[in-house]
């Protein structure tokens, strides 16, 4: 019988758990950093490595000769290995224990040629040693200063960082730079010839030296040099982005690329260097090009050429916007019912007959927006029913409907004034300041020659006997001469200011047009006559809801200002009167707008942090000018604004009613004719809001937000709220008027204060919507109240979405271009694609907010950096055609 011998079976657990001794053995971390690293380096490895721990000891001997022929295979080594993008090179790996031998044997060998060669090698080693002792730079300095990128592009990085580090090591001791300096420019200088313009700028930038790029920065490297600094601008503070925006100017200009240099003093707001620009530019058609460019921005510059002075007075706008229309097919003038589409509108029950007249003024805007510029409409200028409309009118609903004339009649100044003549002598008060009214608007935006609308409205200043004809021809000049900076309306206009027997009404609406047409400027005068009213005022006076207006004038002036406004807000806490807290935010919020300032969005959220009582009787209202600061601040950068959408929500959720209802308005400030989807849900979700001033300018914003998009979204909300709030007259009202405003110029025009690719914002625009914000702050006595006209405030913003292209003698020259997303290519490398998404138009073509033109094909050169508005072309003498097979 067979022997059997016992066999141990293994017998899984019933949950397949492995057995104890199955289980690897843990390790401790201690155990682990004990444990001997196991020798895994390769016969090719060990050679390198025991050929380099021979020649450190070679260097330890006393034997000079050796030295130099020495550190010359440790210099190939070093040099001739390769690496991974993930490992560190062999020859570095492996000298790295031996760093601190060699440290030793520098210190102890006298001043040569050798001591130098060592530190050279010294200073790469030291990348792979301690970053705090800077030994990278300081070997830099100890060495033989061979070519900064002989020893390759990683380690002329890692000596940048270093510097950077050293130099704010010796900002701190006050101790001197001027070695530092030295050798970022040489590092600069390689970064730029090796398209690493992003770090150059970012090294100078560190060291306070930004304008020294200039002379390294070639043709090949200045665009995206001066991208790279134009998109930094918004992150710097002053007065590093001043600096910033000088460098890239200079580098613009060196290169003879003046219209890109004008975009850059345009953004400086800087008379001077614009002036320069256009002096000394030599290309007649160049030249044209810059003319347009300025009456985009409602800037003028001085020249004795006919041609140039039309182009810079926008005298050929309404020619070319007609022109459009034409070819867009959208001459036929449009009713409020085309655009009401009441049909569509679900009605609860039975028509309720509401307010007819305040339902005939709403369709008098409505009629003065979507027809805006064409010339052309079926209410006011038929010929059937002449001037009849206005009578349907009752009171100061008949000023706002003849003043849409100027409105339908807009840039067209011949014949708007033609027009809107027989009205000026019109027996009905409000008719004739109406049309006061009219003649400012249709000069919105065009100069002439002739001043029109300076020697009209001038006469009315002083008419004793109405006081709407004396607000109406005020507004009118600042709506005319809105960015002009004009000196004789200043004498025209501040004396109405000083005034304290005029009534508050008409110094506030006095101040405010010298705040729009001196928007900027800082002017003295004005700065110190507004403030000196502002103390002289009895307080029940300045308890009036048009005080606000008198800080907002104030506030325009040193719009986009920063740091110049600091002595206006410290005079104004000499003010005991709420006025004067009201008024130094506004003046904060308006002298950073657009600056994206982190510090100062804090701010406007602080104020709007304090909860006051009922009982307590403190005028709050200061509140809501912050909360469309936080809008105003961010404006025109992207992360900046979708924070403050963000902080809305926080706002709208836990804030006082005077903050609520400001969140909608400031929304439609940071989305001007932007519809952004979740934008448009949040303000539908509001618009139904309990609080009715909530609900009002939450419709108002949605107007605002699809101004001149026709957005069908948008549309479909607001017919579902006109019958939704169809019992309301006034909600409805206000509905009416956002709908005016989505279809604006039939969906051609744009109220959206930035342009030029999203590069420029135009203080003149800013002013208007701006106006017409803080007239919403208080909606039912100014909007719904007798001062529904201020509502044309919003003319100084709308400006045609248009691209058109113009050959070389101003006439339209069709041409093929792509229009599609606009994408960010800063810092990428090569050429990459700029649009994305594009389809192929024939201009002329409409560019919605996000969207980016450009030509199709080289048969033309742009003499614009940016295809937006009026570019002219160029025939490319090198095309040559592509014969088709």
């Not at 979507?370 to 059937?384: P, W």
């Not at 709208?652 to 909608?664: L, Q, T």
Request: a negative charge; hydrophobic letters at 40%.
């Amino acid at each position: 019988m067979v022997e059997r011998k016992e066999v141990a079976i293994p017998v899984p657990a019933a949950d397949n758990t492995p057995m104890e001794e199955d289980k690897p053995v843990k390790k401790t971390p201690k155990d682990l950093k004990d444990a001997p690293i196991k020798d895994e380096l390769s016969e090719e490895d060990q050679e390198l490595k025991s050929q380099l721990e021979m020649l450190i000891e070679r260097l330890k001997e006393s034997d000079t000769k050796l030295y130099n022929p020495t550190l010359e295979t440790l210099k190939t080594l070093i040099l001739t290995s390769t690496s991974s993008m993930t490992s560190v090179p062999k020859p570095l790996k492996f000298l790295r224990p031996l760093y601190p031998d060699m440290v030793t044997i520098h210190e102890s060998w006298v001043e040569s040629a050798d001591k130098k060669f060592l530190a050279d090698i010294l200073s790469i080693l030291a990348m792979t040693y301690d970053d705090d002792k800077l030994d990278t730079l300081k070997y830099r300095k100890a060495g033989s200063q061979n070519p900064i990128g002989s020893w390759g592009h990683e380690y002329v990085r890692h000596l940048s960082t270093e510097i950077g580090l050293e130099y704010d090591n010796r900002q701190e001791t006050d101790a001197d730079t001027e070695d530092l300096v030295t050798l970022a420019l040489e590092v600069a200088q390689f970064f730029v010839a090796h398209n690493a313009e992003a770090d150059a700028v970012d090294l100078l930038m560190q060291l306070d030296i930004m304008p020294k790029l200039v002379p390294f920065v070639d043709k090949n490297s200045y665009k995206r040099v001066c991208l790279y600094i134009l998109s930094c601008v918004n992150y710097l503070e002053s007065p590093d982005d001043t600096i910033a925006l000088h460098t890239a100017h200079d580098i613009y200009l060196k290169h003879g690329k003046y219209p890109e240099a004008l975009l850059v003093a345009m953004r400086m707001s800087d008379k001077t260097l614009r002036q320069n620009i256009f002096d000394s530019c030599e290309d007649p058609l160049l030249k044209k090009q810059l003319a347009f460019m300025l009456a985009r921005q409602q800037l003028s510059v001085e020249t004795e050429d006919e041609d140039l002075q039309n182009c810079i007075n926008n005298t050929h706008l309404t020619t070319h916007f007609i022109n459009l229309a034409r070819e867009l097919d959208l001459m036929e003038p449009k009713t409020p019912e085309d655009i009401y589409k009441s049909h569509l509108e679900h009605k609860r029950s039975a028509a309720v007959q509401v307010d007819s007249a305040r339902q005939n003024l709403a369709s008098t805007f409505v009629n003065a927006f979507v027809n805006a510029g064409f010339g052309v409409d079926k209410l006011m200028l038929s010929e059937e029913d002449d001037g009849g409309w206005i009578f349907k009118n009752k009171d100061h609903g008949m000023l706002s409907a003849s003043a849409s004339l100027g409105m339908i009649l807009l840039w067209d100044v011949d014949m708007g004034l033609n027009q809107i003549d027989k009205y000026l002598y019109s027996d009905d008060e409000n008719i004739r300041a109406g049309a006061l009214l009219a003649v400012g608007i249709v000069n919105s935006g065009v100069r002439n020659i002739a001043d029109p609308a300076l020697a009209v409205l001038s006469e009315h200043l002083e008419d004793t006997k109405s006081i709407n004809n004396r607000v109406a021809a005020i507004q009118g000049l600042g709506i005319a001469y809105a960015g002009s900076a004009r000196e004789e309306l200043s004498e025209l206009l501040l004396p109405i200011v000083s005034n304290t027997d005029n009534a508050m009404e008409l110094s506030s609406f006095a101040a405010l047009a010298l705040g729009q047409i001196f928007v900027g400027t800082c002017d003295g005068d004005i700065t110190s006559t507004i403030l000196q009213t502002m103390l002289e005022r009895a307080d029940g006076q300045l308890g009036e809801t048009f005080s606000r207006f008198m800080g907002l004038g104030l506030g325009l002036l040193h719009l986009g200002t920063r740091g110049q406004s600091d002595v206006t807000l410290e005079t104004l806490k000499a003010i005991e009167h709420p006025i004067g807290k009201k008024t130094s935010v506004i003046v904060e919020i308006c002298a950073h707008a657009g600056s994206g300032d982190v510090l100062h969005i804090q701010r406007m959220l602080h104020y709007c942090n304090d909860h006051f009582d009922a009982e307590s009787g403190t005028d709050d209202e200061f509140q809501a000018f912050a909360v469309i600061g936080i809008a105003l601040i961010a404006l025109g950068e992207d992360i900046g604004a979708e924070m403050a959408l963000r902080s809305f929500t926080h706002l709208m959720h836990y804030g006082e009613p005077v903050i609520r209802k400001a969140v909608p308005l400031a929304i439609g400030l940071l989305c001007a004719s932007n519809p952004v989807l979740s934008v448009l849900d949040t303000l539908g979700k509001y618009s139904h809001d309990t609080d009715i001033e909530v609900a009002l300018n939450s419709i108002f914003a949605l107007g605002m937000v699809g101004a001149g998009t026709n957005n069908a979204r948008v549309a479909q909300m607001l017919r579902h709220l006109a019958s939704y709030y169809h019992k309301d007259a006034s909600c409805l009202f206000v509905v009416r008027i956002a709908q005016g405003l989505l279809h604006m110029g039939k969906g051609t025009l744009t109220i959206n204060p930035h342009n030029t690719d999203r590069q420029i914002m135009s203080p003149v625009a800013l002013a208007g919507l701006l106006t017409t914000l803080f007239a919403f702050t208080d909606v039912k006595t100014l909007i719904l109240g007798r001062h529904h006209y201020l509502l044309y405030s919003l003319v100084t913003a709308m400006y045609p979405r248009f691209l058109i292209t113009l050959n070389e003698e101003l006439e339209n020259e069709a041409v093929t271009v792509r229009v599609g997303q606009a994408v960010d290519v800063v810092g990428q490398a090569g050429r990459p694609k700029t649009i994305t998404g594009f389809q192929t138009h024939t201009t002329p073509v409409l560019l919605a907010y996000s969207e980016r033109a450009e030509l199709s094909t080289e048969e033309y050169l742009a003499q614009a950096p940016v295809l937006e508005g009026f570019v002219l072309l160029k025939k490319n003498p090198d095309y040559v055609e592509e014969t088709k097979a």
